[in-house]
């Protein structure tokens, strides 16, 4: 990591310059919009256009100084905000501030309009950076942390704010509900503060790592549900018993169905958009609509908006298809314009210059000491009870403390509803900044203490290799069908996978509809030929039934994530491939006959699919009789010192992982390699290092497979040969494209095509066209 001075002199020592003479250009010009506004009776256009201005500019220079000294970058937004507001820019010069910057009337309410939404975007984005299944892995540690790390502080806030002097509340009345957001405020933690850190130290897939994010995320979640509890009982004035059964019932409900048929709804949502719109970023306005729908419900049942947003965004990050390319879409405009908006605003509207007042100065570091304390020693106790070290502790303590966006949006939604004064608001987000700052580095100088254990090592190899195996690449399955015993078994491959890697399979019959018998009867709405929803059905009925015969330890899928869809042909078919490879498919399953053409070629329809889709194709050709069930397959997968012939394998395991089927490896090497003997200056990827590389894979899966050598210098003769003395009806071989005038994918590919008396099945292990469609 670069020194901090070395990172400074990075920085453009002109950039502070200039934001200084734009700011006074701005202010200069102000002047004459503001008097346009009040000539002509309404808010100023031009004006607000320079309050956003400023606001970003500032936020986004001085955010990206915090970034290379190592703090969070919405610190420096924050710290815009102030420096605009009354703390600074308006001690200096008041009027010059109050005209710029109204605080009241229509203007005003202009910009609060982009920070409110800002407010939900930034819930949307971090529910989707939460990640459930960390919180489920680790809830039992994770659940005593954030519950200790939760009720200590958050008894002592309630405490302090029951017991402050009633000067420092807007209204003594509403005393109870000063003190429930005092507690809150302290007891949060922010998930993106905490991630963001332990992912610069690299320590997010570290035990402790994993521990504080999960830790963080079920703070998160439980005190937006508490925020939102205690802004409806804030709109109520005063606790209404009835009201709080409202809201907790309602609440409990929302949640409950949210992560039940509403995972389900909100990925057909996302499909059913980025299948049939045509025009540009379709699934981002969907997105919208669901957030907006969801916190439209929250309201209703009377919590924040904000529990709406959040909820979204775990159901939106959680669909198994696109949500790389929508998680870039949102950040991009959150990051650019509603962040610096919405914490400039937060900035503008904290005034320091109350600080100056002693008993205020106390009372804020009485409540900085108390947060702390409260939420250090209450994850340090959980942790040295959960059986972890002094170190680990002293770690998780460290990265509970960061309050950063959450404590912000706690203190603007209080200040909004009434429940908070100007000086209750400038001390909450001064101990936001002030623990926020501090936690990067304790953190950083606890987590480089820890050392690593044996059962960690293992669990970082095993996930390292599946970030960068073959099958990750792919996230979406367009399966293409024909009725043919080659459909059945591209269909059989198909379920294989939904149920080991959860991904999503489109169905789509290439034939017409008058040349497969349609029942008359059938009066489906989906508008998908008969014989597509025949083959989807075999394709569920084949998933549910691998998922009952498989054992829990092989962590497969459960029902829920098997996701089936139909698409009708209704134009010519490279039209229809082509327009499909733009809606995140990225594997393309070919199941048709013939698969010959009588050249002795793959046939022209293979050749039309293959060059119209733009990402990884197999094609699977039935030969000879196809057993009953897919648990009776017997899988040979043929090698070489190739890369393409080692990613062919782990497809071919990911199928007997599925099948729970017997699989073995075939190794052919020439007379005098079997005879060489391996010298230490052997370069890797050779014929022998591929047996340890595919081996490591078998075990990844947990797979047991049989290893083979064969020599002899035709490789397809070979195969054939081992394929019949052993009784294999599946050959699974990894190919690549040949320059020629048609489909061609070697000489190997093409003799089994001709020649095997077997099913085969041909993977395409050319990354690039995939990476393009993701890209």
Same mark, same amino acid.
């Given at each position: ?17 200039? /934001? ?18 009040? &000539? ?9 256009? =320079?309050? =956003? ?18 703090? @969070? ?39 609060? $309009?982009?920070?409110?939404?800002? =407010? ?28 200790? !790390? ?15 002097? !009633? ?18 405020? /302290? #007891? ?100 919208? $609509? ?120 706690? $203190? ?119 014989? !597509? ?24 899928? #459960? ?32 199941? =048709? ?33 196809? @057993? ?55 370069? !890797? ?41 052993? &009784?294999?009806? /599946? ?8 320059? #020629?005038?048609?489909? #061609? ?10 020649? $095997? ?19």
């Amino acid at each position: 990591m670069p020194s901090r001075q070395n990172v400074l002199k990075a920085f453009p020592s002109s950039a502070l310059i200039i /934001l200084i003479a734009f700011t006074l250009l701005l202010s200069i010009a102000q002047s004459a919009f503001a008097a346009e506004g009040q &000539k002509a009776g309404h808010p100023s256009e031009g004006l607000f256009l =320079i309050q =956003i201005i400023l606001l970003v500019v500032s936020g986004r220079l001085l955010g990206e100084l915090m970034v290379r000294i190592g703090q @969070p970058s919405i610190m420096g937004q924050i710290i815009a905000g102030i420096i605009l507001g009354p703390s600074l820019f308006g001690l200096i010069f008041p009027h010059a501030q109050a005209s710029l910057f109204p605080s009241e009337g229509a203007q005003k309410s202009m910009t609060d $309009a982009i920070g409110q939404l800002g =407010i939900l975007f930034l819930l949307l984005l971090a529910g989707m950076e939460t990640d459930l299944g960390l919180a489920k892995r680790l809830r039992k540690s994770a659940a005593g942390v954030s519950l200790t !790390g939760i009720v200590i502080p958050f008894a002592a806030g309630f405490a302090l704010g029951e017991l402050i002097p !009633g000067a420092f509340l807007p209204d003594p009345e509403k005393r109870l509900v000063t003190s429930l957001f005092l507690g809150t405020a /302290l #007891s949060i933690s922010s998930v993106k503060i905490v991630a963001s850190v332990v992912r610069e130290m690299d320590f997010m897939r570290r035990n402790i790592g994993q521990l504080i994010v999960a830790s963080a995320i079920i703070d998160d979640t439980v005190g937006w549900v508490i925020i939102a509890i205690t802004f409806g009982l804030a709109e109520k004035g005063a606790v209404d018993l009835m009201t709080l059964a409202t809201s907790v019932i309602g609440t409990l409900a929302f949640m409950a169905v949210s992560f039940t048929v509403g995972r389900r709804i909100v990925f057909e949502i996302i499909r059913w958009t980025n299948d049939n719109f045509r025009s540009d970023l379709p699934v981002l306005s969907a997105i919208v $609509a669901i957030m907006g729908g969801m916190a439209i419900i929250t309201n209703l049942i009377g919590v924040h908006t904000v529990l709406g947003a959040f909820v979204a965004g775990i159901l939106v990050g959680e669909s198994p298809i696109l949500t790389r390319q929508i998680d870039v879409q949102l950040r991009g405009l959150t990051t650019a314009l509603f962040m610096p908006v919405f914490f400039g605003l937060t900035g503008l509207q904290t005034d320091l210059t109350v600080l100056a007042d002693p008993s205020i100065l106390l009372l804020t570091a009485a409540i900085v000491v108390i947060a702390s304390i409260g939420k250090f020693g209450g994850a340090f106790a959980a942790a040295k009870f959960g059986g972890y070290s002094a170190s680990e502790a002293l770690a998780l303590g460290c990265g509970m403390n960061a309050r950063g966006s959450t404590e912000v949006i706690v $203190a603007t939604i209080g200040l909004s509803v009434g429940v908070l004064d100007e000086k209750l608001f400038s001390i909450i987000v001064a101990m936001a900044v002030i623990t926020t700052m501090a936690m990067p580095p304790t953190l950083r100088w606890a987590l480089a203490r820890l050392p690593l254990r044996e059962e960690e090592r293992d669990r970082l190899e095993r996930e390292e290799f599946e970030s960068e195996s073959f099958l990750g690449n792919f996230e979406r399955i367009l399966l293409t069908v024909d009725g043919s015993q080659s459909s059945r078994l591209a269909t059989w491959i198909a379920a294989f996978f939904a149920v080991t890697r959860k991904m999503p399979v489109t169905v789509l019959d290439i034939r017409e509809p008058s040349d497969a018998i349609q029942d008359p009867n059938d009066t489906a709405t989906t508008g998908a030929a008969p014989q !597509g929803r025949a083959v989807a059905d075999d394709l569920r009925q084949c998933a549910t039934d691998l998922l009952a015969s498989a054992s829990p330890k092989q962590n497969m899928a #459960s029902e829920s994530d098997i996701h089936v869809t139909v698409r009708e042909k209704n134009d010519k078919l490279e039209t229809m491939l082509e327009d499909v490879s733009g809606t995140g498919h990225d594997l393309l399953f070919m199941g =048709i006959e013939p698969t010959m053409g009588e050249d002795g070629r793959f046939s022209t329809s293979l050749q039309i699919m293959t060059s119209a889709f733009q990402g990884t194709s197999a094609i699977a050709t039935a030969r000879g009789m196809l @057993p009953e069930r897919p648990q009776e397959l017997r899988i040979l997968l043929p090698v070489s010192g190739t890369e393409r012939s080692v990613r062919a394998a782990e497809f071919g395991l990911a199928i007997a992982k599925a099948a729970g089927a017997h699989c073995a490896l075939l190794l052919i090497v020439e007379p005098r390699q079997v005879r060489a003997i391996p010298r230490i200056s052997d370069r !890797g990827n050779d014929q022998w290092d591929v047996l340890n590389k595919v081996g490591a894979i078998a075990d990844y899966y947990g797979v047991e497979i049989e290893k083979v050598v064969q020599q002899g210098p035709s490789p397809e003769l070979s195969i054939l040969r081992h394929a019949r003395s052993g &009784k294999y009806n /599946l050959i699974v071989l990894g190919v690549s494209k040949r320059a #020629s005038g048609s489909l #061609s994918y070697g000489s190997v590919a093409d003799t089994l095509l001709q020649t $095997a008396d077997r099913s085969c099945v041909f993977i395409e292990t050319d990354l690039a066209a995939s990476q393009a469609i993701r890209e």
